[in-house]
């Protein structure tokens, strides 16, 4: 059940500002973000519910979050088993599983959405739920790189309506972009901040602009990366290295790219490469191509740039 708190937005000097109190989340998509997503928000005294297409998916997301908050109880809890596990069973007991979104978000506040990058399907999954989710529930993608405008013109609920853009993995990244379009309300905005506030996350405004903030830098410079390895300037091995000894990043940009995903990646360039057809930064890149249609998404099935089994 929503319900709505009043509270001094500060930079808006004493302007009483409302925003949803957000106890109920419906996740969908129970692949990497959507998976991420859920452990943090159930962690956080939040009920969850997962949902996929797929049932395989969501046993194996479950599994994921049990093993990971497994992970954090032993070291943050570890001379005070007891709470630990009560940490544990609250969190798994905030996780429910559905395949059928129509029916679960009915008692929903907000909806984060992490299904495939792909606008249609983001569309017609968020036209689907406009239809059956109460007025006051709240809409959120996780896109990388779609625009939030495009996806919400499927929906009646344009003012409810902005980006949540979580990065992987979403348990230690600290950071979420919050999207507002045009017509995004000032209500919904400040609940999205509020909402990432309380999962103890370090949250940025962005305007709905490709790339937002993080990727407009970040797909640059993975481009030029697959570029330089593609001319044979480098090896992707010594390009890894180098940005991670020369510059201190946890990943280069090949590793970075496998742990994404590549088919996300195909996904991302694909819609780019389409919205700037003349621009060369977004030409096709055989090597992409080629390893996506042997099916080698990265570290999620075992092989990407690199081999994991
Ligand atoms: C290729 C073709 C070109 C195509 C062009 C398209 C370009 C598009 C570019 C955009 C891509 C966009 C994707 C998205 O929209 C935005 C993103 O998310 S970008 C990715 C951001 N993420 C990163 O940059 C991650 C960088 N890596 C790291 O920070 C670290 O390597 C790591 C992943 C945290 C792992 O750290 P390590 O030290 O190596 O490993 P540890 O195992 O010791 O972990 C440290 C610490 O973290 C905990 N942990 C690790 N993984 C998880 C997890 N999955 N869940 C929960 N916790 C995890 C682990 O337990 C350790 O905790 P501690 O013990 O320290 O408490
Ligand atoms: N991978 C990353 O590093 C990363 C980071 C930030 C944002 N994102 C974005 O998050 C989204 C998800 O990415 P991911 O890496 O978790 O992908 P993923 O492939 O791991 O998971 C996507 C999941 O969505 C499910 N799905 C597809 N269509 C669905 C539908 N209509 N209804 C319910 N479930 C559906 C799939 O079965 C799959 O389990 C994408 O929009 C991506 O751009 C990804």
């Given at each position: 059940m929503a319900f709505f708190t009043h509270h001094i937005c500060r930079g808006l000097s004493s302007s009483a500002v409302r925003h949803v109190v957000i106890k109920n989340v419906t996740i969908i998509g129970g692949g990497q973000m959507g998976a991420g997503i859920a452990q943090v928000a159930a962690s956080t005294g939040h009920a969850v519910t997962l949902v996929d297409t797929n049932e395989d998916i969501l046993k194996k997301a479950v599994k994921g979050i049990e093993g990971n908050l497994k992970r954090v109880v032993k070291k943050k809890f570890a001379d005070k088993p007891e709470a630990g596990e009560e940490f544990l069973q609250k969190a798994m007991q905030n996780v429910s599983i559905s395949t059928d979104a129509g029916s679960v978000v009915?008692?929903?506040?907000l909806v984060v959405e992490a299904i495939v990058e792909n606008l249609k399907v983001k569309q017609d999954l968020f036209g689907g739920l406009d239809k059956v989710a109460p007025a006051h529930t709240i809409f959120a993608s996780n896109t990388s790189s779609l625009s939030i405008t495009d996806i919400a013109?499927?929906?009646?609920r344009l003012d409810r309506f902005g980006g949540l853009h979580f990065f992987n993995p979403v348990p230690v990244m600290r950071l979420v972009e919050v999207i507002a379009t045009s017509s995004t309300s000032q209500e919904t905005f400040d609940s999205l901040l509020n909402f990432s506030k309380m999962l103890g996350k370090t949250s940025v405004s962005c305007k709905d602009?490709?790339?937002?903030?993080v990727n407009r830098l970040l797909l640059p410079y993975i481009l030029d990366a697959v570029r330089m390895y593609e001319r044979g300037d480098g090896s992707k091995e010594d390009i890894d290295i180098a940005m991670k000894l020369?510059?201190?990043?946890?990943?280069?940009p090949f590793e970075l790219s496998d742990y994404v995903g590549l088919d996300t990646m195909k996904f991302i360039m694909d819609g780019w490469s389409a919205a700037n057809?003349?621009?060369?930064?977004f030409a096709q890149s055989e090597v992409l191509n080629k390893l996506v249609a042997e099916g080698k998404f990265g570290k999620k099935t075992g092989e990407g740039f690199y081999k994991y089994k």
């Open positions: 009915q008692g929903t506040d013109s499927s929906t009646n602009t490709p790339g937002f903030i020369g510059c201190g990043y946890p990943m280069g057809p003349d621009n060369p930064m």
